[in-house]
Every structure is written in structure tokens, then in C-alpha cells.
Nanobody, 115 residues
Framework: QVQLVESGGGLVQAGGSLRLSCDVS????????MAWYRQRPGKEREWVAR???????FYADFVEGRFTISRDNAKDTVDLQMSRLEPEDTAVYYC?????????WGQGTQVTVSS
């Protein structure tokens, strides 16, 4: 059973930064297109950023150059560096494979951005 453990969330003021980390166990992430997702209060879960096995990166339009996704295949980790955070970024953040839409999720990590 693959386990996904997200960490690094917290409370930060608008304009601040956070670095989220995702530890994957039970499977290697090598060769897997990985992604970060988020679920804002009262909203559907949405894709935020993704990184291919070849380290090509893609971001949702709302990221606007503020986030950077990275991966370490040797450690089976996927990170999300977030800067210039906005109150609208307040959400629970999850990592997972990119496609198909995952059916099994970790606990996520809460990010709260105060104005």
C-alpha cells in the first residue's frame, strides 16, 4: 500500500513563504508523474503543480510563478516551494500521482495565509 505523508504547512502572513514536503513509501516515485493538489474551504480539490519523470514542470494558472515543484527520486520525495503566498492559497495541500485522478490520498498538510 502506497503511503503519502505531507508536511511543512502552517500559518503564514500574506507575502510569506512555505516549503511543503511529501514522503512517499510503499512504492518508488521514479517514472511517475507526480503532483501537488489543494482543497480550499468549501471548494473541490484542484491541481496546483506537477512534475514529470523527466522533471518537466507545469503549474496551474493561479500559481503565476510563485511556486516551484521539485522531486528527489532517490529519497522518494516531492517538494513544493511556495512564495508570495496569498490568503486565497489557504487550503489543505496534498501530493499524489498526476494521472489518472488518484483514489487514495494522504492526510494533507494545512496551509493558512493570514491577510
Amino acid at each position: 500500500q502506497v503511503q503519502l505523508v505531507e508536511s511543512g504547512g502552517g500559518l503564514v502572513q500574506a507575502g510569506g513563504s512555505l516549503r511543503l514536503s511529501c514522503d512517499v513509501s510503499g512504492s518508488t516515485i521514479s517514472g511517475i508523474h507526480m503532483a501537488w493538489y489543494r482543497q480550499r474551504p468549501g471548494k473541490e480539490r484542484e491541481w496546483v503543480a506537477r512534475i514529470s519523470s523527466g522533471r518537466n514542470t507545469f503549474y496551474a494558472d493561479f500559481v503565476e510563478g510563485r511556486f516551484t515543484i521539485s522531486r528527489d527520486n532517490a529519497k522518494d520525495t516531492v517538494d513544493l516551494q511556495m512564495s508570495r503566498l496569498e490568503p486565497e492559497d489557504t487550503a489543505v495541500y496534498y501530493c499524489n500521482k498526476y494521472s489518472p485522478w488518484p483514489s487514495h490520498w494522504g492526510q494533507g498538510t494545512q496551509v493558512t495565509v493570514s491577510s
